[in-house]
């Protein structure tokens, strides 16, 4: 069974500018959640979808947004991006039930400059 | 939410048990304390989970203290490639679903 993947791996970008980045979850897994890893700050939760609804957000401004799409897989976008940005994006996937293993991806680091 | 609190490092030497500890004392008692790893610049694993009794898997053991308020980790005979951040988790319902909440975890090293 094939695990979660994370598109691109590598990503640089430029302050003002938007990014968009993908999460495939494993087969069967309606949840797939967000967090935001950096040196100072360790993981913080971003959000959460399962099955297309946002059903939980962390403490992260409007600028980060995502969605999720009917075959489970799912994007987040970040606009008006700030050095602060700067930081590995982890996506992680679960079946959603009460138990929920999370399963993560290798991740996405961005780097703004 | 339920905080948990590790120590930041710890040193286990090579085919010997380690032993990390977790404190919980806010947990309430419907939620589960998770154990992941993370290698470096990899995404978090999962090692293993309970709720009130002690649970053994392939990787390891979790012990859970009758009060709730605390567990241990343990990794039965550690390895080189065992050397990672440790985090200890407690899973609190929000909302009518779940959220997890990492700490800083345990950086742990396996010396040769």
């Known amino acids: 069974k094939a695990g979660v993947t994370q598109t691109p791996r590598y990503l640089i970008k430029t302050r003002g500018q938007q990014v968009t980045l993908s999460c495939s979850p494993i087969s069967g897994h309606r949840s797939v959640s967000w967090y935001q890893q950096t040196p100072g700050q360790g993981l913080q939760f971003l959000f959460e979808y399962f099955s297309e609804t946002q059903r939980n957000k962390g403490n992260f401004p409007g600028r980060f947004s995502g969605r999720q799409f009917s075959n489970s897989r799912s994007e987040m976008n970040v606009s008006t991006l700030e050095l602060g940005d700067s930081a590995l994006y982890l996506c992680?996937?679960?079946?959603?039930?009460?138990?929920?293993?999370?399963?993560f991806g290798s991740g996405t680091q961005l780097s703004v400059l | 939410d339920a905080k948990t609190t590790q120590p930041p490092s710890m040193d286990c030497a090579e085919g010997r048990a380690a032993n990390l500890p977790c404190n919980h004392s806010t947990i309430s008692g419907n939620e589960y304390v998770y154990w992941y790893r993370q290698i470096h610049s990899q995404g978090p694993q999962y090692i293993i989970h309970g709720l009130k009794n002690n649970e053994t898997n392939e990787m390891a053991s979790l012990i859970i203290t009758e009060d709730r308020k605390s567990s241990t980790l343990i990794l039965p005979h550690a390895t080189l490639r065992d050397t990672a951040v440790y985090y200890c988790?407690?899973?609190?319902?929000?909302?009518?679903?779940?959220?997890?909440?990492f700490g800083t975890g345990t950086r742990l090293k396996v010396l040769a």
């Open positions: 992680a996937s679960s079946l959603g039930t009460a138990e929920g293993k999370l399963f």
């Open positions: 988790i407690v899973r609190a319902p929000t909302s009518g679903t779940y959220k997890y909440i």
